[in-house]
């Protein structure tokens, strides 16, 4: 979905500071159409949406760092991009806590998706353990 489409969604004109993020969110969303007209001939099942994941995350984290780290975007700002969705707040409300960092999705610390016998490989997102 494209950000005019998440824009018109939320029925109200962005915050100020918008135009500070906007370009960066963009890239994304072309990172993101790209990996998703990817051909996935070859993959496994669950490889396909690992770039979709990482891309994701990415986005996130994006939004995380400049409110939380940088405080470079307002309060009203970062809750325009948690309400039109362009992070994910289940994944920050995790990296909060004190252990989960580096988590890179939400699915990681699920353990009904889990086998802890074996070299832990996230079937979600591809990665090898990054909540432990």
Not at 33 to 56: L, M
Not at 73 to 78: F, G, Q, W
């Amino acid at each position: 979905m494209s950000i005019a489409t998440k824009l018109r969604r939320v029925r109200k004109p962005p915050p100020e500071g918008w135009d500070l993020i906007e370009p960066t969110l963009e890239q994304f969303e072309a990172k993101m159409r790209e990996a998703e007209t990817e051909p996935h001939e070859g993959k496994r099942k669950t490889e396909i949406n690992w770039p979709i994941f990482r891309i994701h995350h990415q986005r996130s984290r994006y939004i995380y760092d400049m409110y939380y780290k940088k405080a470079e975007i307002s309060r009203d700002l970062y809750e325009f991009c948690l309400t039109a969705k362009f992070a994910d707040a289940a994944l920050i409300a995790k990296w909060k806590k004190q252990g989960y960092e580096n988590l890179c999705c939400v699915k990681c610390v699920q353990t009904r998706d889990s086998n802890f016998e074996r070299v832990i490989e996230c079937v979600h997102c591809g990665c090898h353990g990054c909540s432990g």
